[in-house]
């Protein structure tokens, strides 16, 4: 059983839909994928952080066990644990929102694996899963590729979390996850989750960048990361383009390696939301 950690909120549907069809798609296995989806409803701080909902989850599962019939996606609301540990706390408005604190909680989910990846919403997986997931995490708390900017501009081997692979029973071990949150609990930290997940460490093996390409589309690449990123042209600037931004990724990425995947996650939206208009 390959087993797969996603957060968010209702507003991660695109990114679910788009990440899992590039697994499901560019993979070759027979073995079985457990997708665990952690949510919550904190409409409290903000109107539209809302679980994500049963409808989205129920048509999610549709559509991976059309790929095998013993794939499966869990739901965990994780409302409770994160009025518990987090409501109130100095990274509550952190750069991104409440929903990248969560993976903070899985070792309180018992019914979460010894090995899991955890995946960023924004990711597309260009080559077979089992390249990354077979690998080896024994005697480490987790692997994970460097930051593509963060090697240059603060550590060597500082690494992006957008891409972890778990050992689980190691982190219990160590209590990395219940370091993490208690910095999270007590410190504003420039990069909340990635930053008490880092500084929380005590053993951790690094990727090579192809499991975790925040930048360029290789040949080699295993995982191509939509992260924000920097252009120099025309002028210097930000961008966040995601792989469901379609003609984006045709128009700014002259990608068209996905276009398999992307054209089945239009024709996947509009049946999902035809079948709640039709409710």
Same mark, same amino acid.
């Given at each position: 059983m390959i087993n797969v950690l996603f957060c968010g909120n209702d507003k991660v549907f695109d990114g679910l839909l788009t990440c899992s069809l590039s697994i499901l798609k560019r993979s070759r296995t027979d073995e079985p994928i457990s997708f665990y989806i952690f949510t919550m409803d904190v409409s409290h701080i903000k109107d539209t952080y809302t679980a994500i909902s049963d409808e989205q989850v129920d048509f999610f599962n549709r559509v991976i066990k059309e790929y095998n019939e013993e794939n499966r996606a869990i739901k965990v609301d994780v409302t409770s644990l994160y009025m518990e540990h987090f409501d109130k706390c100095p990274n509550e408005s952190a750069y991104c929102s409440p929903y990248t604190l969560i993976r903070l909680f899985a070792d309180k989910v018992d019914i979460l694996p010894d090995k899991l990846l955890y995946l960023d919403i924004d990711i597309m997986f260009n080559r077979d899963i089992h390249l %990354?997931?077979?690998?080896?995490?024994e005697g480490y708390e987790y692997a994970a590729a460097r930051d593509h900017y963060g090697k240059y501009l603060i550590h060597p081997n500082y690494v992006n979390a957008g891409?972890?692979?778990?050992? %689980?029973?190691r982190m219990k071990e160590t209590g990395l996850l219940e370091k993490a949150r208690e910095l999270i609990? &007590?410190?504003?930290? &420039?990069?909340a989750d990635q930053s008490a997940i880092i500084r929380s460490t005590t053993k951790k093996k690094m990727l090579r960048q192809k499991f975790n390409d925040q930048k360029f589309l290789h040949k080699s690449t295993v995982v191509r990361h939509f992260s924000k990123r920097l252009f120099w042209l025309p002028y210097p600037h930000t961008d966040n383009i995601k792989q469901w931004h379609v003609s984006r990724v045709h128009k700014v990425f002259k990608y068209y390696q996905f276009d398999d995947i992307l054209y089945e996650y239009i024709y996947l939206k509009k049946k999902f939301e035809n079948e709640v208009l039709n409710k």
């Open positions: %990354l997931y077979d690998i080896d995490v891409v972890l692979l778990f050992n %689980l029973k609990k &007590t410190k504003k930290l &420039t990069f």
